[in-house]
């Protein structure tokens, strides 16, 4: 069984940056960022296709957000920048262990693994 191990996260204030990562115990597809604040559903943030050729973001952090793939660690990571405080939330890293045509119109119900998620805070 796969599992992905979370590091990074913490809290920053408004307009400072933060990097996750997720390191990867075995083989993955599409891999992907979640996140998740109290009395919100989870949302995908961010996903990269394998080998890192494609990457999709969502709108609120275009820009400003950035996820790349460590082929030789298998090992995603999410460089945020500009971090806003609606970017509060617990973050997720998620995995298929399978293939699938289009890593970007998965929903998180489509991923099969996941870590066990890190918070970022961000103040004013």
């Known amino acids: 069984q796969v599992q992905l191990v979370e590091s990074g996260g913490g809290s920053v204030q408004a307009g400072g940056s933060l990097r996750l990562s997720c390191a990867a115990s075995?083989?993955?597809?599409?891999m992907a960022w979640f996140r998740q604040a109290p009395e919100k559903e989870r949302e995908g943030v961010a996903t990269?296709?394998?080998?890192?050729?494609?990457?999709y973001y969502v709108d609120s952090v275009k820009d400003r957000f950035t996820i790349s793939l460590d082929t030789t660690k298998n090992t995603v990571s999410l460089q945020m920048s500009s971090l806003k405080l609606e970017d509060t939330a617990t973050y997720y890293c998620?995995?298929?262990?399978?293939?699938?045509?289009?890593?970007?119109?998965?929903?998180?119900?489509?991923?099969?693994?996941w870590g066990q998620g890190t918070q970022v805070t961000v103040s004013s």
């Open positions: 990269i296709y394998p080998g890192g050729v494609g990457v």
């Open positions: 998620a995995a298929t262990t399978f293939r699938v045509h289009y890593c970007d119109l998965l929903r998180s119900d489509d991923y099969d693994t």
């Open positions: 075995g083989y993955t597809y599409c």
